[in-house]
């Protein structure tokens, strides 16, 4: 396995022609960008200022998030279970000659363009000076989900069972972006409100599908070009359960068990 990775990282895809996949420099340049903007520049700019009324802005941009992770989302049904003929076995990408290769492409890549749209969110936070919640868990998730789509695309492909991992995340993020929108129209509402743990949860489902779905690959014999790649989606699954089971606690349980001490 570990010869395997060595050579993997040795030998980028053949099919990297899309802006931003080609070479590590472009995309790490931003994510520095991104984290000295976040970390430095940002709450450096807004140090002596009043926060920013971005309202109206958030809920273009929430209702354009919904739309966009829905119809990635239907797409992508669409074209596992009905061109690219998935086997949930073995998800396997298609041949560079086959005759639907663009679909996972464009699938692929606007999922990748997405993870730079998301980062919008943590600008948002910093002009309406809202610096509790640029935590260490939002920002690691941005930069992860930034790297990883294109480290995949870069030495796997597109598509294959990294599609099937991200065509979950497409699922979240939309029930996600939707309850964004909902607290966006009412910031007080305890009905609309209650349900936010309950997306934690959502994404702790996501993560062990994610596990589950990469170890049953691992186990199937015939399947060793899919291999790899279940082992990186299963990493990654891992890394996020951890961070994600360490955020429900701290934030739903022990504040609950501090209370009944109290």
């Not at 396995?1 to 472009?26: A, C, N, Y």
């Not at 779905?213 to 996020?240: G, N, R, W």
Request: proline fraction near 4%.
């Amino acid at each position: 396995m570990f010869s395997q990775i060595w050579d993997f990282m040795r030998t980028p895809s053949e099919d990297v022609k899309l802006p931003l996949l080609g070479s590590h420099w472009p995309i790490l340049t931003i994510i520095g960008t991104y984290l000295l903007l976040v970390k430095v520049i940002g709450p450096k700019f807004m140090e002596n200022r009043e926060p920013f009324d971005l309202r109206a802005v958030i809920k273009v941009y929430n209702k354009m998030q919904i739309v966009y992770n829905l119809l990635m989302f239907v797409f992508t049904i669409h074209f596992m279970f009905g061109p690219g003929n998935f086997d949930l076995r073995c998800i396997r990408n298609l041949p560079m000659d086959h005759e639907y290769k663009n679909w996972e492409r464009i699938l692929c890549y606007s999922y990748f363009v997405n993870k730079f749209i998301d980062m919008l969110e943590t600008f948002f936070f910093i002009l309406r000076k809202k610096d509790r919640q640029i935590s260490f868990l939002h920002v690691f998730h941005h930069v992860y989900m930034m790297y990883i789509p294109f480290f995949y695309i870069h030495y796997i492909g597109y598509g294959g069972h990294g599609l099937f991992v991200v065509f979950w995340n497409m699922l979240v993020h939309s029930i996600m972006y939707i309850y964004y929108y909902q607290s966006s129209l009412n910031r007080n509402s305890k009905a609309v409100l209650w349900w936010k743990k309950y997306m934690t949860t959502i994404q702790l489902i996501q993560f062990v599908i994610v596990l589950l779905h990469s170890i049953y690959t691992l186990f199937q014999p015939d399947c060793e070009i899919a291999k790899l790649s279940s082992v990186l989606c299963a990493i990654f699954a891992v890394v996020f359960l951890i961070l994600f089971i360490n955020f429900y606690i701290s934030t739903y349980i022990l504040p609950k068990q501090k209370k009944r001490l109290e």
